[in-house]
């Protein structure tokens, strides 16, 4: 048997893409909230306002640079239309898909806390009863499942307020108003949740600087003040959980891909070592407790100054992260020669075309070996025990004349990826913990805000344009997976 008894099988949200309910019971504005839709081929805007009254909106892409015009505040503006608003309604509907989970059989769910829905702008003392009961009907219909819940404190859900009134991560009050929540939330659900993670995607900071911090510029000084800020922030919550409940555990969670260099010329390989760093220097910092040289000597030649103290440094040594968590959706490709690679496009963040693996209509490569790759990095280089919490695949799935979604595309790819990580387990001795498919009911996509890009076992009916009737219908994806958990991942 390749996989532990208590393997944690399960699927993956974030309240943002999933919770839809965006101005009940108190909540605030998240960043996410005054972000449109998009497309493959059109970026979803940040919407704003300035205060003379004038608005616009300003394309956000992954990889690229983002900056508001001067004097623009993120806001909600009249004719857009905003996919995070009802998302696919978990808010309305957790009992029926917790039933859902539970009939597939998932040993845990991981969702995000929307943060303005405890906090509505951020800095408040007092939270909002109101979004903090909202999440216990959550945790405890997963108890009485028997649904272990893996929490992410914030998954691009940064309050608005904390954007518009503080600048974002780069401020180090954030840390202060972070370790509020953080306590509020380890308080509360002490019992109830053991297993929590800090910043979805932390290296978003680099790649994707508003979603990631919140911040509206991205220089490379606001992103590494940012990125200093998350990593005190993710110390202290950790600290706070070994105080308040000795069973929390506590995990750090990157975006990761491997990459491959597209020829042997050993300028291919320096490219790929560089990506690999800025890759992974998040969790070298979470995980090893201190700055690695590289990133030092970087920030030595741009002219980047920290605001660090000599306790910041001490919290980062004492209070590194439990486990490592990541996301992988496939691989890279990396090269000096781009004329000679040709197409670009694999994940949409500076790579080129593997020749060798199909792509989804989004351009993502699909790569039955990529967590095998990923597991053995992550584990040779830091020795902690590892969760794989965003894997899947996005397709425009069809509901067929007979109500159903034979997603046999799906199917494959899960049946290679999870083939790809047992074989971590059993050839190479990786220490995994659970495995949780992202987007496990249909979902707002991140990227594009389309509802088209699909990833779940579970299809809802709602389009890209808000219309729908939010039915939940089990695609053939659901049967399959409850097979492979009830056989403990032997029955692929
Ligand atoms: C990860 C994010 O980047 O990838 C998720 O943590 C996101 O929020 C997922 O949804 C898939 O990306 P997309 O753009 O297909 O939704």
């Not at 009802?86 to 597939?104: G, I, N, P, S, V």
């Not at 998932?106 to 408040?124: A, H, M, Q, T, V």
């Not at 992260?321 to 949409?348: M, P, Q, R, W």
């Not at 709602?462 to 056989?487: E, H, M, T």
Request: hydrophobic share 35%; with cysteine; proline share 4%.
């Amino acid at each position: 048997m390749a996989f532990k008894k208590d393997f944690l099988w399960g699927g993956a949200t974030a309240a943002n893409q999933y919770e839809g309910g965006f101005a009940e019971d108190g909540k605030g504005l998240n960043a996410i909230d005054v972000l449109t839709n998009g497309s493959a081929t059109e970026p979803r805007k940040v919407t704003w306002v300035r205060s003379d009254g004038t608005t616009g909106a300003t394309p956000l892409e992954w990889g690229s640079d983002f900056e508001l015009p001067a004097g623009a505040r993120p806001a909600l503006v009249d004719g857009y239309y905003y996919p995070s608003h009802t998302a696919t309604d978990f808010y309305h509907h957790y009992e029926e898909d917790l039933k859902l989970m539970a009939e597939m059989g998932f040993k845990c769910y991981r969702l995000s806390l929307n943060w303005s829905r405890i906090f509505p702008n951020g800095d408040e003392e007092t939270p909002n009863e109101a979004g903090l009961a909202f999440y216990d009907k959550i945790f405890d219909l997963c108890q009485q499942y028997g649904i272990e819940p893996l929490v992410t404190l914030s998954h691009y859900e940064t309050p608005l307020g904390l954007i518009n009134d503080y600048g974002g991560w780069k401020n180090r009050k954030l840390i202060k108003f972070f370790e509020n929540y953080v306590r509020t939330v380890f308080t509360r659900y002490k019992g109830k949740v053991k297993y929590w993670l800090t910043f979805n995607e932390i290296n978003a900071v680099d790649l994707a600087p508003y979603m990631g911090a919140g911040l509206l510029d991205s220089s490379l000084q606001s992103r590494a003040q940012a990125a200093h800020d998350q990593f005190v922030a993710s110390a202290l919550a950790v600290k706070l959980a070994h105080e308040i409940d000795k069973k929390m555990q506590v995990g750090m969670m990157l975006a990761y891909q491997p990459v491959y260099p597209y020829t042997c010329d050993p300028a291919d390989q320096i490219k790929v070592m560089e990506y690999n760093q800025k890759m992974l220097f998040y969790a070298d910092v979470q995980a090893g407790g201190c700055y690695p040289n590289y990133k030092l000597k970087e920030y030595e030649r741009e002219g980047i100054t920290l605001d660090i103290s000599p306790e910041d440094h001490a919290l980062l040594k004492d209070y590194p992260v439990d486990f490592i968590s990541f996301s992988c959706y496939g691989s890279n490709v990396l090269t000096t020669h781009e004329k000679e690679a040709g197409d670009s496009g694999n994940l949409g963040i500076n790579g080129i075309k593997n020749p060798y693996l199909e792509t989804n209509a989004w351009g993502w490569a699909t790569d039955p070996d990529c967590l095998r790759l990923a597991l053995n990095v992550l584990w040779d280089r830091y020795h902690k025990p590892l969760w794989i919490v965003e894997n899947g695949l996005g397709w425009s799935d069809e509901l067929t004349s007979d109500g159903k979604v034979h997603d046999d595309y799906r199917i494959k790819y899960l049946k290679e990826n999870i083939q790809s990580m047992k074989d971590a387990v059993n050839l190479d001795g990786v220490e995994l913990l659970g495995y949780t498919m992202w987007g496990c009911i249909d979902l707002v996509s991140n990227g594009t805000g389309e509802m088209k890009k699909r990833y779940g076992f579970v299809y809802v009916e709602r389009d890209d344009f808000g219309k729908g009737s939010l039915k939940r219908i089990p695609k053939d994806s659901f049967y399959w997976y409850q097979k492979v958990i009830a056989s403990n991942g032997e029955d692929l």
